[in-house]
RNA sequence: GCCGAUGUAGCUCAGUUGGUCAGAGCAGCUGAUUUGUAAUCAGCUGGCCGGGGGUUCGAAUCCCUCCAUCGGCUCCA
């Protein structure tokens, strides 16, 4: 007998060798038909798998992370299998779970697939879910393997499998279809009740350019058909928050063929809007000590020869700008750290005068590839809200500390709750490829982690993720549709100093070499602003709106009266139109609010007779008739309330 | 850069097998209306159907090519 101990704490005592839906089974019948998996000690396992030792188990239903990654697992091998059904001859690369359902990747020699086959295929891995195919594991020695594919021809699992350690290799047969796999899987496909081909993409094999590209195709699968229904009325919902959409929309952006790819138009509102943003971090920045800088657009090639920003990224670069004179060449700016470096050259610093920062809105341009390109969170040319510290190796941590305070009061004053924090440091299996010492190394490290633990942030430490020149910390937001975007970045640098050769004189009157912070709490403007739309969906922040409130007259009668209106909350600085179209007060209340502009003040004969406005808010509709001072009085609450400091 | 999809008025979209198929709504313009919390009415102007080539008596529709956008891959100082 074994002991099973649940994730309530209660134990059970079960027989050795029980398993999973054994267990599920004893416990109630509804958990029996709806479990998918099972975790034991940690470790996801088949449900008919047997458990010989005493263990801690979870049961994982379709409300799990686990039990949806093993149901879509299963689905990935349910695809393949009607993939290899009609179409013979198909070669098959990987096929895992991904965080929104799965996909496989795979070869199909001279034909390809669209997505006018999904329906076929969707209809045929239907199929075979309603035979409730078992899924049957069985493990063979690494050359039977290696035999079995080889004469099989697929070319993909032979090379998966010559990189798996010697000794027995798993599989898993469902139906006609096997494939190499640890698994686990479902019992059988009976719970794969709702499928849906969501599109294909190319995909290099292992992710190498230099390789062949197969077909990825992504799919979803739900254990109801309901499910599925919610999933895809979801996904609509996502697509009206797309930026670039909302962009078009309010007339924040533009792209324009003619000016080229990927350079954004900032439009009269995107532009308020973007300065809007700048003009608050501008304010933030000035408190914490900041101080501006302006460098230009273009610098010397040997600049970033000096740099080594050269040698890594030169071909990635736009062709450089070569003037008259004999051998010199200009580079549109690809980032601010070589120019600011060079301004902290201009003098001579003690270490009392560190830390120094450096703030500049930098424009930079990078030559992304074509086929990143995309609305405003990967362009060309874009405006980086960068500042570089130089301080102390002992001012490390304080530095950051306070780096973390202005991004997170940034993220505050936008209402930005729903980010994840990631700590990189260096990869302990190939400390070589760092520059910098040891010991500075483990000093900024460390500073890193206490400082984000001291905020209270919960980060991910990713080892071998650091920069070869420093650790750093990233902000990640998710957009509309999940996919994941680094914003606030915070970054240690030993190479740049070094390059450089900054020097501070210390206190034992000898030279010494500064650490350099890169920080950018936004990290573009374009793709915070992207971000930004899709995260609240075109509903700005009061403080950060372009237009924060609209006169609507009833009639021109009461033009008059919605002038002075207007004076008098441009006086308040609140950023208000006047809508003197003649149309009637439904249809301006509808494009106001089409328009998204927080408060629509409507004026007519009572309110001009009384020197009210009459409120009406943008998404919840009429506040009543109050006094203009009662009105800014209700704007400067709403702004405070995110934005007290300012 | 690579794979796949898409590309029709400023915007959102119809256009069946190539033959009155160049359309609709919104926006815009003109006029009427003087309007009270999500669309007043009428008339009118917008397009070389992404660009270029080809097939055909005839192409928005079929083929080739280029460009752009979207979804991925890869990359991301």
Do not use: A
């Given at each position: 007998m074994i002991q099973i101990t649940l994730p309530d704490k209660t134990v059970k005592t079960f027989p050795k060798g029980i398993t999973g839906q054994e267990i599920a089974g004893s416990i109630s019948e509804g958990l029996a038909r709806n479990v998918l998996s099972v975790n034991v000690n940690g470790e996801v396992w088949d449900l008919n798998r047997p458990i010989n030792n005493d263990a801690e188990i979870k049961l994982n239903t379709w409300d799990d992370k686990d039990g949806r990654a093993t149901m879509w697992h299963s689905s990935a091998h349910l695809m393949a299998a009607a993939i290899e059904e009609l179409y013979p001859g198909t070669k098959f690369g990987i096929g895992p779970d991904v965080e929104n359902g799965f996909y496989y990747d795979i070869d199909l020699g001279d034909r390809s697939i669209s997505s006018n086959d999904f329906e076929k295929i969707e209809q045929k891995m239907l199929e075979i879910a309603r035979r409730k195919e078992k899924f049957f594991r069985t493990e063979l020695p690494k050359h039977e393997a290696l035999d079995f594919y080889s004469k099989k021809g697929d070319e993909y699992k032979v090379d998966l499998i010559n990189d798996l350690e010697d000794g027995t290799i798993s599989f898993y047969r469902s139906g006609h279809f096997t494939d190499l796999c640890r698994g686990p899987h479902l019992?059988?496909?009976?719970?794969?009740?709702a499928v849906k081909l969501l599109n294909t993409a190319g995909a290099y094999w292992r992710g190498d350019e230099s390789r062949k590209q197969l077909t990825r195709v992504y799919g979803i699968s739900f254990p109801k058909q309901k499910m599925l229904k919610e999933y895809l009325e979801m996904l609509e919902e996502a697509k009206k928050r797309d930026h670039s959409k909302i962009g078009r929309e309010l007339e924040l952006f533009a792209f324009s063929n003619s000016v080229g790819q990927g350079l954004p138009l900032w439009l009269p509102k995107g532009a308020e809007l973007r300065e809007n943003l700048e003009i608050f971090l501008k304010k933030v920045q000035r408190k914490a000590g900041y101080l501006p800088v302006i460098s230009p657009h273009i610098g010397n090639k040997n600049l970033y020869i000096m740099s080594g920003h050269y040698d890594k990224y030169g071909k990635d670069s736009f062709k450089p700008i070569s003037t008259p004179s004999e051998g010199e060449e200009f580079f549109l700016?690809?980032?601010n750290c070589p120019h600011h470096c060079e301004i902290y050259k201009n003098k001579q610093y003690s270490?009392?005068?560190?830390?120094v920062r450096f703030a500049e809105f930098g424009t930079v341009y990078r030559y992304e590839q074509?086929?990143?390109?995309?609305?405003?969170?990967?362009?060309?040319g874009f405006t980086q809200d960068d500042a570089h510290i130089f301080c102390r190796p002992d001012q490390v941590k304080e530095e950051f500390i306070a780096v973390i305070d202005i991004v997170l009061l940034i993220f505050k004053a936008l209402d930005f709750s729903d980010y994840s924090v990631q700590i990189s440091l260096r990869d302990p299996r190939s400390m070589?490829?760092?520059?910098?010492?040891d010991e500075n190394w483990d000093k900024a490290e460390q500073a890193i982690i206490e400082a984000t633990e001291e905020k209270g942030l919960k980060a991910d430490i990713v080892k071998g993720e650091a920069a070869f020149y420093g650790p750093k910390l990233d902000f990640m937001v998710k957009d509309a549709l999940g996919r994941k975007w680094q914003l606030g970045t915070i970054q240690v640098d030993y190479n740049l100093p070094d390059r450089f050769e900054l020097e501070y004189i210390g206190s034992d009157n000898q030279k010494h070499r500064p650490v350099m912070i890169h920080r950018a709490p936004f990290g573009s403007m374009e793709r915070f602003v992207a971000v930004m739309i899709e995260h609240c969906a075109g509903n700005f922040p009061l403080w950060l709106t372009p237009d924060q409130a609209i006169i609507l007259p009833?009639?021109?009668?009461?033009e008059k009266y919605a002038k002075k209106v207007l004076t008098l909350l441009n006086n308040y600085e609140i950023r208000t139109l006047i809508?003197?179209?003649?149309?009637k007060t439904g249809k301006k209340i509808r494009d106001a609010e089409t328009r998204k502009i927080p408060f629509m003040l409507i004026v007519g004969e009572k309110e001009e007779a009384q020197g009210t406005i009459s409120v009406r808010k943008h998404g919840s509709g009429d506040l009543g008739t109050h006094t203009i001072e009662e009105f800014v009085q209700m704007v400067e609450q709403e702004i405070h309330r995110l934005i007290p400091e300012i």
């Open positions: 019992v059988d496909t009976g719970p794969i009740k700016k690809p980032m270490y009392k005068d560190l830390p074509s086929g990143e390109l995309h609305g405003l969170t990967r362009v060309r070589e490829k760092y520059i910098g010492t009833i009639s021109e009668k009461y809508d003197e179209r003649n149309e």
